[in-house]
């Protein structure tokens, strides 16, 4: 029972363009949303979060969006740059969480070209 | 600081050994996670705790997984026997209570250990 999904492995966008990465939930009960990244051979490091009472939240290239009714988040990755190759997992944590608990995605991977 | 540590950061065994993963949270840090990471689960929470308490461990797979976090600064997981099917890479990361009374959602991972059974 996957509640968070990335249903897209990989994502192949041109150096300068905008990457959009998506994410679905299941589970109405999340209410905060991050996005990692990782490189090969190293842990996932935090890139940006929202929380369930906002619907956009900005940080230099990256903006994640959420739209709650649709149960959706996407990460715009604006302009991409090569180093931005990686992969990105989508996580959640609900309201009544205890600890900072998190349920992640698979994670989709961006190629940035050249 | 020097971050999450995690050894061995590789670990070939035969079916049927018993593995130990060990994980050194960052100082301070009062939650600690233990992860797999496999293509189609993507990271796959196994277990944590708080406080060297552990909390929640509904994503322990089976018996012959089990996790202990003896003090504040030192954690290991045990496979015993291992399987072909438990290769993966295993992250342990950690987090801690903002003194505020809120929680810390952001968590700092290790940079893992690469199981593999043959």
């Known amino acids: 029972d996957q509640q968070v999904k990335q249903n897209s492995p990989s994502l192949s966008v041109q150096e300068g363009r905008i990457s959009i990465l998506n994410c679905d939930y299941t589970?109405?009960?999340?209410?905060?949303f991050l996005w990692y990244k990782k490189y090969p051979a190293e842990g996932p490091t935090f890139l940006i979060s929202?929380?369930?009472?906002?619907d956009k939240n900005e940080d230099g290239r990256f903006t994640v969006f959420l739209n709650k009714s649709a149960k959706h988040l996407s990460l715009h990755i604006v302009p991409s740059q090569p180093g931005d190759s990686a992969v990105y997992f989508c996580?959640?944590?609900?309201?009544?969480?205890?600890?900072?608990?998190?349920?992640f995605g698979q994670g989709t991977e961006l190629s940035v070209k050249p | 600081d020097a971050g999450v540590i995690q050894s061995p950061r590789h670990e070939v065994t035969e079916m049927g050994q018993e593995v130990t993963l060990r994980c050194k949270p960052i100082?301070?840090?009062?939650?600690l996670f233990w992860y797999r990471q496999t293509m189609m689960r993507g990271l796959e929470l196994l277990i944590y705790?708080?406080?060297?308490?552990?909390?929640?461990d509904s994503g322990m797979p089976e018996d012959r997984f089990s996790a202990k976090m003896p003090n504040a600064s030192f954690s290991t997981l045990k496979i015993q026997p291992s399987e072909p099917r438990d290769s993966a890479v295993y992250f342990c990361?950690?987090?801690?209570?903002?003194?505020?009374?809120?929680?810390?959602?952001?968590?700092?991972f290790g940079p893992g250990t690469r199981l593999t059974v043959t």
């Open positions: 705790f708080n406080n060297n308490v552990p909390i929640d």
């Open positions: 996580a959640a944590s609900p309201y009544y969480n205890q600890g900072g608990k998190l349920i």
């Open positions: 929202i929380s369930s009472i906002k």
């Open positions: 589970n109405s009960m999340f209410d905060y």
């Open positions: 990361a950690s987090s801690q209570t903002i003194l505020t009374g809120g929680l810390s959602y952001e968590q700092y």
């Open positions: 100082s301070g840090h009062d939650y």
